[in-house]
């Protein structure tokens, strides 16, 4: 009797089945809220961390990752797993791998988590990037500095992000000085790039290679930190194209079962050059909650659970707003949200952590319509102006 699915080499887990996922965060919560939507339970695994996604989830670990009996736990109680976000120990993602089906793939979450290996991953699939050198050592940063010739960007290969282990570096520094101040064993320099803005794609993959893009959008920053995401990004149909042509190839090298972000720099002539991956949801597709006919959380479920991917439709414009802890008055006073909930084509996303941090993201807010741009400047300039100083 053939199967009515329309994937039927794929595994299938209906609503009902238990979802564990690696990493308690925002990302988490937002999947767990998803998840409960759909009908699936939700086991969280936190890593010892402080995790917004407790009050949501059915079943909470809150070991360390490298804890054995957490593994043992996590694998008898998920039916599938997934991992909000790459930081992991790769010995723990083969570990989980072996007991229970995980997607992305250990080696997709691994590579995207070290600089070094993501960048190596581009070079090898021809796929264009920043030029780069590994390093090691004070001597071999001089070699690299010197073919440079020029402004870049030393990072330390494993644990960044939000432009974290980075250093700019003008080229004409003295590599001892720079390499014993940078405190890194390993670390790769980077050419700069003068881009004329940044562009991500979010794009899905299930097992049976089924593939999703979403509409690219333009990213703006502020600390280092994403602060704005435009959709869709103000950009060539070639460039449009040329991008999910990228994000396509990326997914299908890695067998990519998952949602994963692309994030790009656009030249001033047009070219595309990928900066880095994230196999996971993303920041700047939290727009897709409410403009898309599919979030990115509902797609990541899909994807993971074998389920036919949702439409990527974008219903109409959007603007997201980072909310930092710097927009609160207090580490524990909150905002005042009245302009914000009196537009009724605005969404307030508050992720319920308890200190806001002064970068720390404490939630988002997503903008409807032509004018969303200058509705979520107006707000943000409002919450500087009453945050702290």
């Known amino acids: 009797m053939l199967s009515c699915h329309p994937y039927p080499n794929m595994s299938i887990f209906p609503p009902g089945s238990t979802i564990g996922i690696l990493g308690g965060g925002q990302l988490a919560r937002m999947l767990c809220m998803e998840a409960k939507r759909m009908g699936y339970r939700t086991l969280v695994w936190t890593g010892g961390l402080e995790a917004p996604a407790m009050a949501l989830c059915d079943e909470v670990i809150e070991q360390p ?33 072996a007991g229970v089906p995980l997607h992305p793939s250990p080696d997709a979450i691994a590579t995207c988590a070290n600089r070094e290996q993501e960048k190596t991953f581009l070079r090898k699939q021809q796929i264009p990037c920043a030029p780069f050198w590994i390093v090691t050592n004070a001597e071999e940063l001089k070699h690299a500095m010197r073919a440079l010739a020029g402004p870049g960007v030393l990072k330390t290969s494993a644990f960044g992000y939000d432009g974290k282990g980075q250093l700019k570096i003008q080229g004409n520094e003295n590599p001892e000085d720079i390499w014993q101040q940078f405190q890194a064993p390993r670390a790769i320099l980077e050419g700069f790039i003068s881009f004329k803005t940044e562009l991500s794609v979010m794009i899905a993959r299930n097992g049976n290679g089924e593939i999703r893009c979403f509409d690219p959008v333009e990213n703006f920053h502020r600390h280092h930190m994403l602060d704005m995401t435009i959709a869709p990004a103000a950009i060539a149909d070639a460039v449009r194209s040329r991008a999910i042509e990228i994000a396509t190839r990326i997914a299908n090298a890695f067998q990519y079962v998952g949602i994963m972000g692309v994030e790009f720099f656009l030249n001033p002539d047009d070219s595309l050059l990928v900066n880095e991956m994230a196999p996971r949801p993303h920041n700047s597709g939290h727009h897709t909650i409410d403009a898309c006919e599919t979030s990115q959380f509902e797609q990541q479920l899909r994807a993971v ?85």
């Open 65 to 97: 990752f490298d804890d054995p009996k957490a593994i043992v736990h996590f694998v008898s109680q998920a039916d599938v797993a997934t991992a909000e976000f790459e930081n992991i120990p790769r010995s723990t993602l083969e570990a989980v791998a």
């Open 305 to 389: 659970c074998g389920l036919p991917l949702g439409s990527t439709a974008l219903l109409c414009p959007a603007v997201m707003l980072n909310l930092l802890g710097d927009m609160w008055p207090a580490i524990d006073q909150s905002p005042d949200w009245s302009m914000l909930l009196s537009d009724p084509s605005a969404a307030l996303h508050l992720y319920g952590k308890k200190r806001a941090i002064e970068r720390r993201k404490m939630g988002h807010a997503t903008f409807l319509g032509s004018n969303a741009l200058q509705r979520a400047k107006s707000l943000k300039e409002n919450l500087l102006a009453s945050g702290r100083p």
